[in-house]
């Protein structure tokens, strides 16, 4: 049984995160290892069209971009999935569960090839790399990028008004939405007691804050109808 990892997310709530199996992240790395060589192999062929006096150096700098720059810029594009890890459905997340940065994503791409042992040793299985940039490769429960159906959002008619819509468009911020989508997407990794709780009292926030007056719109309902406002779906 795989070891879970606790942590306290950004709203405040134990959350648990399952670090990935050994044999998983081995074919995702299969799988990326697979798509670099063909990316190296395409930048020679490209070389080839080239002159010679520079054709050496391209492919050299080209070859060298992709070798060290095909994870990191999944990694921080793909919120923590490079395609392997994507098909896997895995992702690379930091010690608090949230998305990697740059530094982050590049410290443990670099140390890569010194700390694949590490993982057969560590309870997480968790190189050097994880380890130095404080990064945990987990298996992906799920789906990263905020969409309608993952909000699991419903149509509420009391929301759907013009006063509520205007009000969503003017009110609330990017981070603001961002912050109800992330809290919609971890929803079925809290226990119910605390799932209830934050819904309710978020929910009241912005039923004060919005005007809401159903007074049959549970709290968790509210948000998701929110998000689906934010998404521009309602």
Not at 36 to 56: D, M, Y
């Amino acid at each position: 049984m795989r070891r879970r990892r606790l942590v306290h997310s950004p709203e405040h709530v134990l959350i648990e995160l399952t670090p990935a199996g050994l044999g998983t992240r081995f074919a995702a790395f299969l799988l990326d290892a697979a798509l670099i060589f063909g990316a190296t192999a395409l930048v020679g062929q490209l070389g080839l069209f080239l002159p010679e006096a520079i054709r050496a150096l391209f492919i050299a700098t080209a070859s060298f971009a992709v070798l060290w720059g095909y994870n990191v810029l999944f990694e921080v594009l793909w919120n923590g999935q490079s395609p392997g890890k994507r098909v896997l459905r895995i992702r690379v997340v930091d010690g608090r569960g949230l998305p990697v940065d740059v530094s982050q994503s590049l410290i443990r791409n670099v140390v890569r090839l010194v700390g694949m042992v590490a993982a057969l040793l560590d309870a997480e299985h968790r190189r050097l790399g994880d380890r130095a940039a404080d990064t945990l490769v987990v298996s992906e429960e799920q789906p990263a990028v905020p969409r309608i159906e993952a909000l699991g959002a419903r149509r509420f008619n009391s929301l759907r008004t013009p006063r509520v819509k205007r009000l969503v468009d003017h009110k609330l911020g990017i981070e603001e939405r961002e912050l109800i989508y992330a809290l919609c997407l971890r929803a079925p990794l809290l226990s119910e007691r605390a799932r209830y709780e934050l819904f309710e009292e978020i929910g009241e926030h912005y039923r004060v804050r919005l005007g809401v007056e159903d007074p049959h719109l549970s709290g968790e309902n509210l948000v998701r109808g929110i998000a689906s406002l934010c998404a521009g779906t309602a």
